[in-house]
């Protein structure tokens, strides 16, 4: 990304809020008080809006469309501050800006959401209402609730084009949806078939292998034992043998014979069809052909060899359920076996499971292990951890499924994705991702685009009917977006929400209609997103893009990291460590919310975040506003404070500022063109408030009572002014109320469209800002002594200053601006040059080749002071001594937790550098 330095005439509009008049601010800073007001300003007057203008250079950025369901999150909070920040830039150097606002229509959580009132309100289920009322009442929840999230991005400041926003179900969005699943099924990559599926059987639907979590839960390995056909086994046999060891296949006499087999799903059981054992373990081999009887049911079930057997996990023998595990359903393609579905959508055991037909899937398997177990076949059970399948969508335990659904072939797709992040035409911020990407798309499997839902875009299949106007799957199907034949019913489930969101970046702008607006505004610039949504979303619209336009559908990929909480914990309800943004906004101002986030947004790094850190916002808020009335007070109303002097004739101070403002701005562009913004605001931030605020304004200041001169007012507001726009992006709200305090403006000339600041080699001296830098380490090493001494920083002091030999250009200097020493140090009496020899009983510190001294002698209680540095070097040596006791003890290194031993050596780390700085004080005065 480049940030080019050209600006485009835009018209401005008619009228402008009444700005408050220049001269002075309140002390504390409002944002309630003006947040609303400027925002209203800019989407009444057009700012946000975009329109196709060859004369300008487009500049594209889809929001990541939230869910319609969905309330403002610490995570929108902070891709949108990022976001608009790169807009805002754009806008101001004159880039024709789309930032395209949306939301996604989000098929499950958004039926679960209608459904759950629906029972809470009414009492009913979707059934109960059948599916086209039950469909208009998630329109009517849409329409009343669904625009919250939006309304609320509003607050935070987002300057999307509002007028454009779009809804992957309104009409267009839901045309371009259709087409691109019948031109899929055209080109041979959508295919329909009873396969194995992730079933949600809380939602009562499939779902693609990203809406799956495996977490780690514990559990239990159970050894069960299968006996063998024809072991002639009784009753008694069985109880006799039931404690005893496993001997499959031992010819002795005695016990009958079993296969023992350990799983971890008990009820799965039910739909065994084969025993599998790997064709080199010598301890199964002879039985490979051999029959086992399926306990409690005695259904017969084949033993067969498969090299993907595992001998050392369990028994080595696995029990194959193809209906209910993938590896299963792999094992049974291959070797023929019968498909026997014992769950019902539902998750509860369908007639398949004999005795155990409606119960729930994991009240069977307690039932199942308890009649196992006085069977006589249930071994010994383990305590077990292993991952288990959980739906993102609604936390429960999903279950493999043989299910018929609709597929998209993905590797077609993916191979030009592949090739485009690889050649470069799409780079990854930071560079790591694009590995996890390739890792994804070079083993990608098809994608289950099917979902058992009403809400959502329904698949434009027709089938045929009989007469009683039920489907006959006799004579196929017709893949068409309009019915082709009276009487055809169309496929009653919808796509999943993905198929519809991998094609934002194009059919929000007209696709598959040739529009102006797609072909200025696509390919877009830049997407920003969280890599939670790197497979879910990401990925499917580069793939989406190359199908659909045979172009990328974006340059580069900001992926930044997610918010997690103090302690490094996801956020969630359940934990309680939320962050509302709205609450820190209504605590601490929309400005100081995005100044934090983008702060904090290191790339490449998760932030762990507290509401106590957006305080460090506020506080540079205020700063921010409170600097003004430095010179503020002293400008007149409706006056333009133009600067009149060259750069050569502006003393050394103002030319020190101007040589840190152009090298920020410099140095920001590398910055902003590499996607860090946090850099980039972070050099903003010391550039104004450590330099313009601490450093500038305080020797601007004329002495109390005094008038502060025109032309010093002029370079003030003149830096000042440049300040503010480079801040805008990241604090629009302050920014733009300052703005029109600094000088009279014509109506509409706001600061959201002003022009960016560029870097000037003119107002640069590198010289005179080293000497000013010399100077400042000078100044601020008094302030320190005095500091470390206890004298209070306004007392008059003598200070000397040994310079090195061939240094008369810095001596000049020091002896032309000893206002700054006094001014800032409070030095009266100051001596400079090569000869000067160190005064008695003073304290130094040593800048470049230059030693600067300050007696102390009559500032201070020699002996008093010597007196207190001993006491405290003592107690300072004491603590040091307990931090290096606890450090030494190698129970407590070894087993405390790392954290904890950090924080002790960093305690050690302080205070020796604590005792260093004290004994050569102590030194000082000797």
């Given at each position: 990304?480049?940030?080019?330095?050209?600006?485009?005439?835009?018209?401005?509009?008619?009228s402008?809020?009444?700005?408050?008049?220049?001269?002075?601010?309140a002390?504390?800073?409002e944002?309630?008080?003006?947040?609303?007001?400027?925002?209203?300003?800019w989407?009444?007057q057009?700012?946000?809006?975009?329109?196709v203008?060859?004369?300008?250079t487009?500049?594209?950025i889809?929001?990541?469309?939230?869910?319609?369901?969905?309330?403002?999150?610490?995570?929108h909070?902070?891709?949108?501050?990022i976001?608009d920040?790169?807009?805002?830039?754009?806008?101001?150097?004159?880039d024709e800006?789309?930032?395209m606002?949306?939301?996604?229509?989000?098929?499950?959580?958004?039926?679960?959401?209608?459904?759950?009132?629906?029972?809470?309100?009414?009492?009913?289920?979707?059934?109960?209402?059948?599916?086209?009322?039950?469909?208009?009442?998630?329109w009517?929840?849409?329409?009343?609730?669904?625009?919250?999230?939006?309304?609320?991005?509003?607050?935070?400041?987002?300057?999307?084009?509002?007028?454009?926003q779009?809804?992957?179900?309104d009409?267009?969005?839901t045309?371009?949806v259709?087409?691109?699943?019948?031109?899929?099924?055209?080109?041979?990559?959508?295919?329909r078939?009873n396969?194995?599926?992730?079933?949600?059987?809380e939602n009562?639907?499939?779902?693609?292998d990203?809406?799956?979590?495996?977490v780690?839960?514990?559990?239990?390995?159970?050894?069960i034992?299968?006996?063998?056909?024809?072991?002639?086994?009784t009753?008694?046999?069985?109880?006799?043998y039931?404690?005893?060891?496993?001997?499959?296949?031992?010819?002795?006499?005695?016990?009958?014979q079993?296969v023992?087999?350990a799983?971890?799903?008990p009820?799965?059981?039910?739909?065994?069809?084969?025993i599998?054992v790997?064709?080199?373990?010598?301890?199964y081999?002879h039985?490979?052909?051999?029959?086992?009887?399926?306990?409690?049911?005695?259904r017969?079930?084949?033993?067969?060899?498969?090299?993907?057997i595992?001998?050392?996990?369990?028994?080595?023998?696995l029990?194959?359920?193809?209906?209910h595990?993938?590896?299963?359903?792999?094992?049974?393609?291959?070797?023929?076996?019968?498909?026997?579905?014992?769950?019902?959508?539902?998750?509860?055991?369908?007639?398949?499971?004999?005795p155990?037909?409606?119960?729930?899937?994991?009240?069977?398997?307690?039932q199942?292990?308890?009649?196992?177990?006085?069977e006589?076949?249930?071994?010994?059970?383990e305590?077990?951890?292993?991952k288990?399948?959980?739906?993102?969508?609604?936390?429960?335990?999903?279950?493999p499924?043989?299910?018929?659904?609709?597929?998209?072939?993905?590797?077609?797709?993916?191979?030009?994705?592949?090739?485009?992040?690889?050649?470069?035409?799409?780079?990854?911020?930071?560079?790591?991702w694009?590995?996890?990407?390739f890792?994804?798309?070079?083993?990608?499997?098809?994608w289950?685009?099917?979902r058992q839902l009403?809400w959502?875009?329904?698949?434009?299949?027709w089938?045929?009917?009989?007469?009683?106007?039920?489907?006959?799957?006799?004579?196929?199907?017709?893949?068409?977006?309009?019915?082709?034949?009276?009487?055809?019913?169309q496929?009653?489930?919808?796509?999943?929400?993905?198929?519809?969101?991998?094609?934002?970046?194009?059919?929000?702008?007209?696709w598959?209609?040739?529009?102006?607006?797609?072909?200025?505004?696509?390919?877009t610039?830049?997407l920003v997103?969280?890599?939670?949504?790197?497979?879910?979303?990401i990925?499917?619209?580069i793939?989406a893009?190359?199908?659909?336009?045979d172009?990328?559908?974006?340059?580069?990929?900001f992926?930044?990291?997610?918010?997690?909480d103090?302690q490094?914990?996801w956020?969630?309800?359940s934990?309680?460590?939320?962050?509302?943004?709205?609450e820190?906004?209504?605590?601490?101002?929309?400005?100081?919310?995005?100044?934090?986030?983008?702060?904090?947004?290191?790339q490449?790094?998760?932030i762990?975040?507290?509401?106590?850190?957006f305080?460090?916002?506020?506080n540079?808020?205020?700063?921010?506003?409170?600097?003004f009335?430095?010179?503020g007070?002293?400008?007149?109303?409706?006056?333009?404070?133009?600067?009149?002097?060259s750069?050569d004739?502006?003393?050394?101070?103002?030319?020190?500022?101007?040589?840190r403002?152009?090298?920020?701005?410099?140095?920001?562009?590398?910055d902003?063109?590499?996607?860090r913004?946090?850099?980039?605001?972070?050099?903003?931030?010391?550039?104004?408030?450590?330099?313009?605020?601490?450093w500038?304004?305080?020797?601007?200041?004329?002495?109390?009572?005094?008038?502060?001169?025109?032309?010093t007012?002029a370079?003030?507001?003149?830096?000042?002014?440049?300040?503010?726009?480079?801040?805008?992006?990241?604090?629009p709200?302050i920014?733009?109320e300052?703005?029109?305090?600094?000088?009279?403006r014509?109506e509409?000339?706001?600061?959201?469209v002003?022009?960016?600041?560029?870097?000037?080699t003119?107002?640069?001296?590198?010289?005179?800002?080293?000497?000013?830098?010399?100077?400042?380490?000078?100044?601020?090493?008094?302030?320190?002594i005095?500091?470390?001494?206890?004298?209070?920083?306004?007392k008059?002091?003598?200070?000397?200053?040994r310079?090195?030999?061939?240094?008369?250009?810095?001596?000049?200097?020091i002896?032309?601006?000893?206002?700054?020493f006094?001014?800032?140090a409070?030095?009266?009496?100051?001596?400079?040059?090569?000869?000067?020899?160190?005064?008695?009983?003073?304290a130094?510190v040593?800048?470049?080749r230059?030693e600067v001294?300050?007696?102390?002698?009559?500032?201070?209680?020699?002996?008093?002071?010597?007196?207190?540095l001993?006491?405290?070097?003592?107690?300072?040596?004491?603590?040091?001594?307990?931090?290096e006791?606890?450090?030494q003890?190698?129970?407590?290194?070894?087993?405390?937790p790392?954290e904890?031993?950090?924080?002790e050596?960093?305690?050690?780390r302080?205070?020796?550098?604590?005792l260093?700085?004290?004994?050569?004080?102590l030194?000082?005065?000797?």
């Amino acid at each position: 990304m480049t940030f080019p330095d050209s600006n485009a005439e835009r018209p401005m509009p008619e009228s402008a809020p009444t700005p408050t008049s220049q001269s002075t601010t309140a002390t504390a800073y409002e944002p309630s008080a003006i947040e609303d007001k400027w925002y209203a300003y800019w989407e009444d007057q057009g700012f946000f809006r975009a329109e196709v203008n060859p004369e300008a250079t487009p500049h594209t950025i889809m929001m990541p469309p939230p869910n319609v369901t969905g309330e403002l999150h610490i995570g929108h909070a902070l891709q949108d501050t990022i976001q608009d920040a790169i807009t805002r830039i754009r806008r101001m150097q004159g880039d024709e800006v789309l930032w395209m606002p949306g939301l996604d229509h989000a098929g499950i959580a958004t039926q679960n959401v209608v459904e759950r009132k629906l029972r809470d309100a009414e009492g009913k289920t979707r059934h109960d209402l059948g599916r086209e009322p039950f469909v208009e009442r998630v329109w009517d929840w849409k329409e009343e609730y669904g625009g919250i999230i939006l309304e609320q991005k509003r607050k935070l400041g987002d300057s999307c084009d509002w007028s454009r926003q779009r809804f992957t179900m309104d009409e267009g969005f839901t045309r371009a949806v259709q087409e691109v699943f019948v031109q899929l099924y055209e080109d041979g990559l959508i295919y329909r078939g009873n396969y194995l599926v992730n079933w949600d059987p809380e939602n009562r639907t499939a779902l693609s292998d990203e809406e799956v979590d495996n977490v780690e839960r514990k559990g239990h390995l159970w050894y069960i034992r299968y006996p063998l056909k024809d072991s002639a086994a009784t009753e008694d046999d069985v109880r006799a043998y039931r404690d005893t060891p496993q001997r499959a296949g031992d010819d002795s006499a005695g016990p009958p014979q079993y296969v023992t087999i350990a799983t971890t799903r008990p009820e799965t059981m039910l739909g065994d069809t084969a025993i599998a054992v790997n064709p080199d373990d010598a301890r199964y081999q002879h039985l490979v052909g051999e029959t086992a009887v399926l306990p409690l049911l005695g259904r017969e079930i084949p033993i067969i060899a498969d090299d993907y057997i595992e001998s050392a996990f369990g028994t080595g023998a696995l029990k194959v359920t193809p209906a209910h595990d993938e590896n299963d359903f792999q094992i049974g393609k291959k070797h023929d076996l019968e498909t026997v579905n014992i769950m019902n959508p539902d998750g509860t055991i369908n007639e398949n499971g004999g005795p155990y037909e409606g119960l729930d899937r994991f009240a069977a398997r307690e039932q199942i292990v308890e009649d196992l177990e006085a069977e006589g076949l249930l071994e010994k059970v383990e305590d077990y951890e292993n991952k288990v399948p959980i739906s993102s969508r609604s936390g429960a335990v999903i279950e493999p499924l043989i299910s018929r659904q609709w597929f998209v072939k993905m590797e077609p797709l993916a191979e030009p994705a592949i090739e485009a992040v690889r050649e470069g035409d799409i780079q990854f911020y930071p560079e790591r991702w694009a590995n996890e990407y390739f890792r994804w798309m070079e083993n990608i499997r098809d994608w289950c685009i099917s979902r058992q839902l009403w809400w959502g875009h329904r698949i434009p299949v027709w089938y045929y009917t009989d007469e009683n106007g039920d489907i006959d799957e006799s004579k196929g199907y017709v893949v068409s977006i309009d019915q082709p034949e009276d009487g055809m019913v169309q496929e009653t489930d919808v796509l999943d929400t993905w198929f519809s969101s991998w094609l934002w970046p194009f059919a929000t702008l007209g696709w598959p209609e040739e529009t102006e607006e797609l072909d200025y505004f696509y390919p877009t610039n830049v997407l920003v997103s969280g890599y939670d949504i790197l497979f879910f979303w990401i990925a499917r619209m580069i793939m989406a893009g190359y199908y659909c336009m045979d172009e990328k559908p974006y340059e580069d990929i900001f992926i930044t990291g997610m918010v997690k909480d103090e302690q490094g914990r996801w956020m969630s309800k359940s934990l309680g460590n939320g962050i509302d943004p709205l609450e820190m906004v209504d605590q601490y101002g929309a400005d100081a919310t995005r100044f934090t986030l983008t702060l904090l947004c290191a790339q490449g790094q998760d932030i762990k975040l507290a509401p106590s850190k957006f305080e460090m916002g506020r506080n540079f808020a205020n700063k921010i506003w409170n600097a003004f009335n430095v010179f503020g007070q002293f400008m007149e109303p409706g006056k333009n404070y133009q600067r009149q002097r060259s750069f050569d004739e502006l003393e050394l101070v103002e030319q020190w500022m101007l040589h840190r403002l152009n090298a920020t701005i410099e140095a920001i562009e590398d910055d902003l063109s590499r996607y860090r913004l946090n850099e980039a605001i972070n050099k903003i931030y010391d550039v104004f408030w450590k330099d313009y605020c601490d450093w500038y304004l305080e020797l601007i200041k004329p002495p109390y009572g005094e008038a502060m001169e025109d032309e010093t007012i002029a370079l003030a507001v003149e830096i000042y002014e440049t300040l503010v726009q480079l801040l805008h992006p990241f604090m629009p709200f302050i920014t733009e109320e300052l703005w029109w305090k600094l000088r009279p403006r014509e109506e509409g000339a706001a600061c959201i469209v002003s022009d960016w600041p560029t870097a000037s080699t003119d107002a640069m001296d590198p010289t005179a800002a080293d000497t000013f830098d010399t100077i400042q380490e000078m100044i601020a090493g008094i302030r320190s002594i005095k500091s470390d001494y206890g004298v209070a920083l306004n007392k008059e002091i003598d200070a000397t200053i040994r310079l090195p030999r061939a240094a008369d250009g810095l001596r000049d200097a020091i002896d032309a601006h000893r206002r700054y020493f006094e001014q800032l140090a409070g030095v009266t009496g100051l001596t400079a040059g090569p000869d000067q020899a160190k005064p008695k009983a003073s304290a130094s510190v040593v800048v470049g080749r230059s030693e600067v001294h300050v007696p102390l002698e009559g500032m201070i209680d020699l002996d008093q002071e010597r007196q207190r540095l001993r006491k405290e070097i003592e107690q300072k040596e004491d603590f040091l001594q307990g931090v290096e006791r606890k450090l030494q003890n190698k129970q407590f290194v070894e087993k405390a937790p790392d954290e904890v031993v950090e924080r002790e050596r960093q305690k050690k780390r302080d205070a020796t550098a604590e005792l260093e700085r004290l004994r050569a004080n102590l030194d000082d005065l000797s």
